[in-house]
Each structure stands twice: as structure tokens, then as C-alpha cells.
């Protein structure tokens, strides 16, 4: 007897990587239901409408993805910020690393869009009966020949695999026996978005402290969005308006001049994941579910979507050759193509993280000595961006 199937492909978790995993799929003729609890927030811009405080550095490679899937030329037409030089230093800005887009021979190193803006171009072309939002998925059963996807009412559909992209806290990832590596980072993220004295002029500035970097990215509207990964973050966040922008102006050394105006500030606390592995019968692991960086180059949902683009390729082969979807050699094909990038990311990242918060008398100089050893270095410079942008 054949089971009776809901769908080929259940995504649980409508993030951007998830909204990406099933509008790919769906294009690609396979019968998908996106399953979200209680998002994400797309949102059609009005006149006057004010930035997401939540944005992503979205590199070059990913930028492709979603020109491929369709999506970008309608969100460059909004308000996308394309960047074009990072400046990246620790003691003084006038010693700081560049990077540029002409040094990769890239129009951009990337642009910055508004996480809200990105759901809702992934949602808004999946047909309908595709995308559901508030359901709670509670549990999840595999057997031989699918998958019960079973909701916090008690109802349940049945599909041939599931891809997990429920985010960072994975409960189901647990209740499906894949353990992680995980830790807490000493800092939490605080997050808005600021006026300056001076224009951003299309560069992304971060600088190292020792209580964590504080990344600068240049927003459309000539503002920068801040995120300031710092181990003092609750006493950032309890200071008034003045006082943060003047210690926002002392951290940046003032590379834009002062800061003249803030939005509210919204904190993110930071850790690492890494699931051991990212696959289990008839269930896959994309984005923050499978792995979590810290904030500080950018790049976590630049691998998510690296693990979407590459899973949506797979199965859509697969499907075309009327092979299994769930097959273990298909979805460890998977897992083997993202884990390298993941660990090189993490390795990075997390490097860095600790490299910076190391108090050894003499560090210090080392990492200066690194700096203007990779900027006289034009290729060694060359190669930093090329992997940073995914070209
Ligand atoms: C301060 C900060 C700055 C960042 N900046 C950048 C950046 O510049 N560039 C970059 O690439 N990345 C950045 N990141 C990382 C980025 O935010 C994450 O990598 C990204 O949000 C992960 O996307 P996701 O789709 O995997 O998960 P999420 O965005 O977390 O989405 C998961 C979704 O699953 C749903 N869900 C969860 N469980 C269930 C369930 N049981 N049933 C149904 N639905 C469920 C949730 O409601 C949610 O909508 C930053 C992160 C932080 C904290």
C-alpha cells in the first residue's frame, strides 16, 4: 500500500533560512508546507516606516541565492544598503584594516537589509497552502516510510523528510537525539540604529575592544546600524540616550564623528552551537539549528543560506531522478558539503572572540604586528575578503 503523504517536505521554522529551503523547493515542483510558530514578522513597507532594528550583512554569495529564487531584485528596490569598504581595527582607526570591494573585484562586499523585509520576500511568492503560521510543532516520529510532524493541537501530517530550521533553541534537534557542542559567550549583543556626525559613505567599520567589537553597518538612509557585542552590555543598556551615545562615540574613537541620535536599544544574548551531526532518519538541520556563531563577522544567516541553497540543489536532483528524498546517502552528501564551511566559520569567529578578550601583556602588540602584516599584504588581504564575501 502506498502511505498517504500531506507533503514531500516539512520545514519547521519560517526564519529566513527555513522561507528560503521552501520557497527553492517549491520552485522546483516538490510539495512543501512551511511550519512557523509565531513568525516570523514580514512586513510590507509603508511611507514612514522605520528601520527593523534587526539586520544581516548579507554577503555577495548569498545575494546570488536570492537573485536565483527570484527574490532580490524586489527587495534592492527597497531599501538595501550595498557596502563597499570595511575598516576593521583595535587601537586606532587610522591604523585600520582595509578591505574593499575592488581589492575581492566584487561590485560590493555585501548589503544590509532589514530581517523583516528579507521574511517577507521569501514568503510572499510561496503559493498558497504552502506557509502556515501558529502552529507549534511538538513532535516528530520517523519510520521506515515518512514522517509525523505532530502540532501543539494535537493534529499531525505526514511527509517523506523534515528539514529543521526551528533556530537556535532546537528542541526538536534534542528530541531527535543530536547532541551539541554549546556555550555561552561572555557578552551580549546590543543592538540599534544611530545618527553620525559624518557619512558612513557605504563602510562597515568594526572595531576589537576588549569587552567585545563593535560593528558599525551603513544603512540606506545614510544612519549606521550598531551591534556592540559587550561583556558590559547591562550597564550600556541602563545608561539614557546621552550618555550611551557618548560612550558610543568614546568606543568608536569617533571614526564618524559624533553621535548625534539613537533609536531603542534591544540586547541579544550570544553563544556557539554546533550539532554533531546535522542529519537523522528523514530529518535535516539547516541554519542556526544546526550551528550558531558569534555576531561578529556577520555571517550566521550567510551559512544558513549556504545550507539552504546547497539542500534545495539535493533534493531537487534527487526528486527529479525519482530518487528518495530521506535516503541517509543524500542527506550525509548534505551534511558533508556545509560542515567544512561551518567549521572554518566557527574556528574564525570563535578565534577571534577569544583572541581579543586575551589580557597577556604583549598580545596586544602581536595583533597589531597581524594587522599591518595583512594590510601590506595585498594577495593574503585578497584572499581574507574573497572567503569573507563567498566569491
Ligand atoms: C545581534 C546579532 C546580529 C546578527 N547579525 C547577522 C548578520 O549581520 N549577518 C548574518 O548573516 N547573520 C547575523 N546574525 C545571525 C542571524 O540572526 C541568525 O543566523 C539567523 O536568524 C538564523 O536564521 P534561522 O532561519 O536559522 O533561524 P531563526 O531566524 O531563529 O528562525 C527560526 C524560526 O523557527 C520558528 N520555530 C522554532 N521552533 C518552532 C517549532 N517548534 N514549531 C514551529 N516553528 C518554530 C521560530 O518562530 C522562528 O521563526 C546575527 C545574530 C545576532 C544575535
Given at each position: 500500500m502506498t502511505p498517504a503523504y500531506d507533503c514531500d517536505v516539512a520545514v519547521v521554522g519560517g526564519g529566513p533560512v527555513g522561507a528560503a529551503v521552501a520557497l527553492g523547493l517549491t520552485q522546483r515542483g516538490l510539495q512543501v508546507r512551511l511550519l512557523d510558530r509565531d513568525g516570523p514578522a514580514p512586513r510590507v513597507l509603508a511611507d514612514g516606516d522605520d528601520y527593523d532594528l534587526r539586520v544581516y550583512a548579507l554577503a555577495p554569495s548569498c545575494i546570488a541565492f536570492l537573485e536565483q529564487l527570484g527574490v532580490w531584485p524586489a527587495m534592492a528596490a527597497t531599501r538595501v544598503s550595498p557596502y563597499t569598504r570595511m575598516q576593521v581595527w583595535e587601537r586606532d582607526p587610522a591604523t585600520a584594516l582595509p578591505f574593499s570591494a575592488a581589492d575581492a573585484r566584487v561590485a560590493a562586499l555585501g548589503s544590509i537589509v532589514e530581517s523583516g523585509l528579507l521574511s517577507e520576500a521569501l514568503w510572499a511568492p510561496l503559493p498558497a497552502g504552502v506557509a502556515q503560521r501558529g502552529v507549534t510543532v511538538t513532535r516528530l516520529a520517523a519510520d521506515d516510510a515518512g514522517i509525523d510532524v505532530g502540532f501543539a493541537d494535537g493534529s499531525a501530517l505526514r511527509a517523506r523528510l523534515v528539514v529543521l530550521a526551528e533556530g537556535r533553541d532546537a528542541r526538536l534537534r534534542e528530541q531527535l537525539g543530536i547532541e551539541s557542542l554549546s556555550g555561552r559567550y561572555e557578552q551580549t549583543a546590543v543592538v540599534c540604529h544611530v545618527e553620525t556626525e559624518r557619512p558612513h559613505a557605504g563602510t562597515a567599520w568594526q572595531r576589537f575592544l576588549a569587552s567585545g567589537p563593535l560593528a558599525f553597518l551603513p544603512l540606506a538612509d545614510g544612519r549606521s546600524s550598531i551591534v556592540w557585542s559587550s561583556a558590559g552590555a547591562d550597564a550600556l543598556l541602563a545608561l539614557d540616550d546621552d550618555d550611551f551615545r557618548r560612550a558610543l562615540g568614546d568606543a568608536s574613537e569617533y571614526?564618524?564623528?559624533?553621535?548625534?541620535g539613537c533609536t531603542r536599544r534591544v540586547s541579544f544574548p550570544l553563544g556557539v552551537q554546533h550539532a554533531e551531526?546535522?542529519?537523522?532518519p528523514r530529518a535535516v538541520l539547516v541554519g542556526d539549528a544546526a550551528h550558531v556563531v558569534h555576531p561578529l563577522a556577520g555571517q550566521g544567516v550567510n551559512l544558513g543560506l549556504g545550507d539552504a541553497q546547497a539542500l534545495v540543489a539535493l533534493l531537487a536532483d534527487a526528486q527529479a531522478a525519482g530518487r528518495d528524498l530521506a535516503s541517509p546517502r543524500l542527506l550525509k552528501r548534505y551534511e558533508r558539503q556545509r560542515r567544512a564551511d561551518v567549521i572554518d566559520m566557527l574556528a574564525v569567529t570563535d578565534g577571534l572572540y577569544r583572541a581579543f578578550r586575551m589580557p597577556w601583556p604583549g598580545l596586544s602588540a602581536v595583533r597589531g604586528f597581524g594587522f599591518q602584516a595583512v594590510s601590506a599584504m595585498p594577495p593574503l588581504r585578497r584572499e581574507l575578503i574573497r572567503r569573507a564575501v563567498g566569491v
Open positions: 571614526v564618524l564623528g559624533e553621535i548625534t551531526r546535522y542529519v537523522a
